[in-house]
């Protein structure tokens, strides 16, 4: 029975087997390509340390473009207005600069716990 849920959740979030899955990718996408951001850009890192650590260890230029694009969205926004359709055409919402090493530290804090080391980090949300 596991293994059976297993399977079903595994399909319904892969686009490539269930065209909601692909719809919901498309309509994200040209939602994200409106304000110019990725995807990954909506990760919040004072929501989820591990986010918050690999942020730390990226290159300051890729955070630096990160914080750019969250600027730009937020004054879009304000503005109610969109990026124009020439810039728009050249964005890329699913374009991965976060999620390597966001595995790299969440390896790290499962080893840690695993050998029973005391976490790098604790916090509880308000």
Same mark, same amino acid.
């Given at each position: 029975m596991a293994q059976l849920l297993e399977s /079903? &959740?595994?399909? #319904?979030?892969? $686009?490539?087997?269930?065209p909601l899955a692909a719809w919901h990718m498309r309509a994200v996408a040209s939602r994200l390509k409106k304000y110019g951001l990725r !995807?990954? +850009? #909506?990760?919040? $890192?004072? !929501? =989820?340390? +591990?986010?918050?650590? %690999?942020? %730390?260890?990226l290159p300051q230029e890729v955070v630096d473009a990160r914080i750019q694009r969250l600027k *730009? %969205?937020? +004054? /879009? &926004?304000?503005?109610? =207005? !969109? /990026? $124009?359709? =020439? /810039?728009?055409?050249?964005?890329? $919402?699913?374009? &991965?600069? #976060?999620? +390597?090493?966001?595995? #790299?530290?969440? *390896?790290?804090a499962a080893e840690r716990e695993a050998l029973g080391a005391l976490p790098l980090y604790q916090r509880t949300l308000p």
């Amino acid at each position: 029975m596991a293994q059976l849920l297993e399977s /079903l &959740s595994r399909w #319904l979030v892969n $686009p490539r087997a269930n065209p909601l899955a692909a719809w919901h990718m498309r309509a994200v996408a040209s939602r994200l390509k409106k304000y110019g951001l990725r !995807y990954e +850009d #909506l990760y919040d $890192p004072y !929501y =989820e340390m +591990d986010i918050k650590e %690999a942020l %730390a260890r990226l290159p300051q230029e890729v955070v630096d473009a990160r914080i750019q694009r969250l600027k *730009r %969205a937020m +004054d /879009l &926004s304000m503005k109610h =207005e !969109y /990026l $124009p359709k =020439e /810039l728009q055409a050249i964005q890329t $919402p699913y374009k &991965s600069y #976060l999620s +390597d090493m966001l595995a #790299l530290v969440k *390896r790290e804090a499962a080893e840690r716990e695993a050998l029973g080391a005391l976490p790098l980090y604790q916090r509880t949300l308000p």
